[in-house]
Each structure stands twice: as structure tokens, then as C-alpha cells.
């Protein structure tokens, strides 16, 4: 069983900056593919970034925000940076076993609670 805890989420201006952290436990693939994605009302949940051997991005966040992990932590990280107020989700933590990276959410056997990104304009 794989147990992700995200955190770091809040309320931001436009132009600001929010470090997501996912803390995972338990039986952990934090080696494998790890991956975020977001929600926001009304409409389905959508591929954020991922990591793996490589990091992958949306288009729309590409340039903007960054997935890093630290292993010895059993931790993955997403920094973003120049909010806009269409970032406004909230903010999931998933993980798959093995390395594959898959950007449909429907691929990732565990997900963390979440955690709300609000971006005021």
C-alpha cells in the first residue's frame, strides 16, 4: 500500500509562486513514475508533470513549473512559478509502479488527498 500526503498549497497573486511537496510512504514507488495533476470545478482532472527517468509537462505549465524528487525523502516537488489565475486547482499527487511515465489520470494506482491552489488575479 502507497500512502502520498501533499502539501504547500494556498492562496497566491498572479505572477506569485507555490512549491508543492508529496510525501510518500508505505510500500513506495517513489523510484517509479510519479506524477501531478490538477482539478478545478467542472472539469475532469488534467496531466500536470511527471517524473521519472525525465521530467514531462503540459503544455501549458511548460516554462513555468518544475517536478523534482528526492529519493532519500521519498518526496516529490512541484515548483511553480508566474501563477495565473487558470492554474486555480486543486493539486493531486499520484504514483504507478515502474518507470512508464502516463499522463491520463486512469494509469495511476494511488493518489494523495490534494491540495487547493487558488491564484487571485
Known amino acids: 500500500q502507497v500512502q502520498l500526503v501533499e502539501s504547500g498549497g494556498g492562496l497566491v497573486q498572479a505572477g506569485g509562486s507555490l512549491r508543492l511537496s508529496c510525501a510518500a510512504s508505505g510500500r513506495t514507488f517513489i523510484s517509479g513514475a510519479m506524477g501531478w495533476f490538477r482539478q478545478a470545478p467542472g472539469k475532469e482532472r488534467e496531466f500536470v508533470a511527471a517524473i521519472s527517468g525525465r521530467t514531462y509537462y503540459a503544455d501549458s505549465v511548460k516554462g513555468r513549473f518544475t517536478i523534482s524528487r528526492d529519493n532519500a525523502k521519498n518526496t516529490v516537488y512541484l515548483q511553480m512559478n508566474n501563477l495565473k489565475p487558470e492554474d486555480t486547482a486543486v493539486y493531486y499527487c499520484?504514483?504507478?509502479?515502474?518507470?512508464?511515465?502516463?499522463?491520463?489520470?486512469?494509469?495511476?494506482?494511488?493518489w494523495g488527498q490534494g491540495t487547493q491552489v487558488t491564484v487571485s488575479s
Open positions: 499520484a504514483a504507478r509502479p515502474g518507470v512508464v511515465v502516463r499522463t491520463t489520470p486512469a494509469d495511476y494506482a494511488y
